[in-house]
């Protein structure tokens, strides 16, 4: 698979990606700013995230909750998403309204503030605090993505605080925060374009240039807290939560190279070895043979500094309790360490995850997004074409390998979910 | 640049055409191709859904699906999971209520391996014992798991309100505790012969593929499959419940309160279809649409709200739901049915009409960029019988329906007087102020 890729930065630093595809008529427009919540300052737990709420608020031209009117108007649709390095926004529209949706992210790149309210920041944060409510504090297990991380990284540490933020820092956030925030990381220069699908290269960086072009660079990206890190957790650090939960869930979490780095496909490769699909290790032995899981998964959260987080998530069948589940994950990934990567394994795990990645870059967006990421982690999209060749060449050496200096027990963090007392359940 | 560019010129899009050829033994094979990614879904689908299964062993379509997983008579089931991922694809079998489905994605070149495994999982699925008693289990597990999952959890109590516990639409399409403890290995065994044959089923391929190639592909793994007459299905006839009702199901201390609001409604084949579509989509169908503007952007009462129709075959469930603080339960409440009202008694603006349209219109292509899409779309019109033009015709179909239509359907299926009440949320705090909107007593689910 070699996708056309193809680069243009604008004189205020605004990097554009283009990979035209002809074969239907849609264009994916897709925004990177490389800021995320490990940019927040202390005491604005969440903000990164409020503030994409914000973006969607209106801008000097476009009134509150337009932009979404005029993108659902055109027959496309669009959003947002905030994370730990990166926010992003995209839309994906029938393609001869392409000059709409680019106009869309230049007025807001461009001219936000005029826009901004105290009462729709105050709105927003309502709508945050619920959208936490949601998503963490009323879902069982819910807390994980905020527990893990600052099970994994130091206080001190920018990935260690919640990325939603606590309901204080949520109250405490000021208009004058959007007013720096916006100054210090919207700018063009911090900032990835990609434009995938239904267009010609020269006319997409022509309409790039004039709806773009007139925003001024920003001031340079800040000093900020250091992402450096022990590569290695340096023992096996344990929590235990009661949750309102039926049945036992354990997150068992590794520091491991970052996004980008040569490693980091080794990494990839060994959580499919473990934890994609129903022939996985995790799901064959404690799904399928010993019955203790009702699923088994693996996944990286690909961060592209400091260090990536590799996480085994395992839910317990119905009566059985934490403690033998948590040695029994533990117990596989010990098992892969010390009697290595079969050849079985490494067929299956490449071809799952090639085909992965391959199948899903025909979804125009889907695409874009990646091009926005390689571009703004690796300041190169065109790596992206070689992503399938990479993760080819690793082979059950490399896996062993990896399994053994990555996966130890000097390098782990538990965090296990167990019902409330009382509320265990029974077979 | 403060002018907003308009649209440029409009390329015209089409849905993919098919190509359908018929096996000896009545299997039916819709080939699309595709050319973007030399990739390729290749998609089993038979007329085996949770609509064909029983209310007393309801689940068993779902576990039959499944089971296809569980080894043939040649391979365990690690064998077959094991052959379908070192060709790139995991198998995934299920069933939703119209139909059951066996497939994957793989990249092109391996498609005709895959449709040998696919064809071996399809004809010579050996349901072992063991295997189908550790699905049972798996999901009475998930059923478990749930009772703590407040939206689930209010998805389920909202359906068995609506139809009641003993029809089989008030019974999740997966089964409850006690249909799946119901089904044995002979039940699994028995709907799978009786429903899995080839003249119910459709061999969905799409991709970079040459029909030719797929029809003989076929020919050669599914040719031998042996027909069998099914069962005579007796149409059915969904009983809408009479009388409103509101019912919390408690949750102490929940943050929020998962609310359901709605009624059973009519089935996917129904003349109204698309008017309801796109009254749907004015109330509470997008992000843009009257319900989400003011429960969310007016009010912040909830990171969103919304209302959709969850079609079936003889019916369907028309439901707004939201998550709310347990303060302003009621509150979302009355402003849900203000909205449901006002739909009923108020014509539509012309700008709300055209937004609908050119929305639903204009994203029609964006649903069916990949191969996957474009199996399920095809399975979809198979198993709901659509007829071979429906993609075709949908935007033009969609794009002639008035305001005058949408009052007309929202009058007629929009039923205050029917309403159901669901609310997974803090008794305590809620019960109250829902009894103070007068809808009728409040009644505590178990």
Request: proline residues 5%.
């Amino acid at each position: 698979m070699q996708l056309p890729i193809h680069t243009h930065v604008l004189a205020n630093g605004l990097r554009l990606v283009i990979s035209p595809d002809r074969t239907a008529p849609i264009v994916a427009v897709n925004v990177w700013y490389h800021v995320g919540s490990a940019n927040e300052r202390p005491g604005r737990t969440g903000f990164a995230h409020l503030f994409e709420h914000m973006l969607f608020q209106g801008s000097e031209h476009v009134a509150a909750n337009e932009h979404f009117e005029l993108v659902q108007r055109a027959g496309g649709t669009v959003n947002g998403s905030t994370w730990i390095e990166r926010t992003n926004y995209y839309e994906t529209v029938p393609s001869h309204q392409l000059a709409l949706a680019l106009w869309l992210e230049a007025d807001r790149m461009g001219r936000l503030l005029p826009a901004m309210t105290q009462e729709k920041l105050d709105t927003q944060r309502d709508v945050v605090k619920n959208e936490r409510r949601w998503s963490v504090d009323n879902q069982p297990y819910g807390t994980w993505w905020e527990r893990l991380p600052a099970l994994a990284f130091p206080p001190e540490h920018p990935f260690h605080h919640s990325l939603i933020g606590s309901m204080e820092d949520l109250d405490a956030a000021l208009l004058d925060d959007v007013k720096e925030f916006f100054a210090t990381w919207y700018t063009p220069d911090n900032a990835v374009l990609t434009i995938v699908g239904d267009v010609d290269v020269a006319d997409a960086v022509s309409l790039a240039s004039s709806t773009f072009g007139g925003i001024p660079r920003g001031p340079g990206r800040p000093a900020t807290p250091s992402t450096d890190i022990a590569p290695r957790v340096g023992s096996w650090i344990r929590d235990v939560v009661e949750d309102d939960v039926m049945v036992p869930r354990v997150y068992l979490a590794f520091r491991t190279p970052p996004f980008g780095t040569p490693l980091h496909a080794a990494a990839a490769i060994t959580t499919a070895v473990l934890g994609s699909g129903k022939g996985s290790r995790l799901h064959q032995r404690l799904v399928r043979e010993q019955q203790l899981a009702t699923s088994a998964v693996a996944y990286t959260f690909d961060l592209a500094r400091g260090s990536d987080l590799l996480i085994l998530e395992v839910t317990a069948r119905a009566g059985v309790d934490a403690a033998t589940l948590e040695s029994a994950v533990a117990g596989e990934v010990d098992a892969l360490a010390r009697e290595g990567c079969t050849a079985s394994d490494i067929e299956r795990a490449v071809a799952l995850t090639t085909t992965e990645f391959v199948t899903s870059m025909q979804s125009a967006q889907a695409r874009a997004d990646r091009l926005s990421q390689y571009a703004t982690y690796l300041g190169d999209p065109a790596l992206l074409n070689s992503q399938v060749a990479r993760l080819d060449a690793v082979d059950a050496d490399a896996v062993t390998q990896f399994a053994r200096a990555w996966l130890g027990t000097d390098n782990r963090v538990s965090l296990v979910f167990v019902p409330r007392a009382g509320t265990e359940a029974v077979a | 640049m403060s002018k907003r560019p308009g649209p440029g010129v409009p390329r015209p899009y089409s849905f993919p055409a098919s190509i359908e050829h018929s096996l000896a033994n009545g299997l039916r094979v819709a080939i699309v191709p595709m050319s973007r990614l030399p990739a390729a879904t290749v998609l089993y689908t038979a007329d085996a859904g949770a609509e064909r299964d029983d209310a007393a062993t309801a689940g068993a379509a779902s576990l039959a699906a499944q089971a296809l997983g569980e080894g043939t008579d040649t391979r365990s089931a690690a064998e077959v999971a094991a052959t379908f991922e070192r060709l790139g694809g995991e198998l995934v079998a299920d069933a939703g209520w119209t139909h059951a489905e066996a497939g994957t994605t793989v990249l092109s070149a391996r498609l005709p391996a895959t449709m040998a495994i696919l064809a071996e999982v399809v004809q010579q699925a050996s349901f072992p014992e063991a295997g189908l008693e550790r699905l049972r289990k798996e999901r009475l597990s998930d059923l478990l798991q749930q009772r703590a999952e407040p939206r689930g959890l209010a998805d389920d109590l909202f359906a068995s309100v609506c139809f009641g516990g003993t029809d089989r639409y008030g019974i999740p399409a997966a089964g409850s505790e006690q249909s799946v403890s119901a089904c044995t290995g002979d039940t699994l065994r028995a709907f799978h012969r009786a429903r899995h044959t080839p003249r119910s089923s459709l061999l969905i391929v799409s991709g970079d593929v040459i029909p030719d190639e797929v029809i003989r592909l076929a020919e050669a793994s599914f040719g031998a499959w042996e027909d069998r007459e099914p069962p005579v299905t007796t149409p059915r006839t969904v009983m809408m419940r009479a009388g409103r009702g509101v019912y919390v199901a408690h949750k102490p201390d929940a943050p929020q309160s998962e609310i359901r609001v709605g009624h059973a409604s009519v089935e996917r084949t129904h003349p109204d279809f698309m008017a309801l579509a796109v009254m749907n989509a004015i109330l509470g169908g997008v992000f843009n649409s009257r319900i989400n503007l003011n429960l969310r952007e007016e009010r912040a009462y909830t990171y969103g709200a919304f209302s959709s129709f969850d079609w079936r075959r003889h019916g369907s469930v028309f439901e707004v739901s939201t998550a709310v603080k347990s303060d302003v339960t009621a509150d979302a409440v009355r402003e849900i049915l203000r909205e449901i009202d006002r739909m009923r008694h108020e014509p539509v603006q012309r700008e709300e009409l055209s937004l609908a349209i050119d929305y639903l219109t204009g994203v029609f292509p964006l649903r069916f960029e990949t191969t996957a899409a474009i199996a399920d779309a095809i399975a979809f019109r198979e198993h709901f019988g659509l007829g071979r033009s429906y993609y075709d015709e949908y935007r033009t179909r969609l794009s002639r329906i008035t305001i005058a239509e949408v009052q007309r359907v929202a009058e007629t299926h929009l039923r205050p007087e029917r309403l159901q009440h669901v609310i997974v949320g803090d008794a305590r705090l809620v019960s109250e102020p829902l009894a103070a909107l007068d809808l009728g007593d409040v009644e505590r689910l178990a």
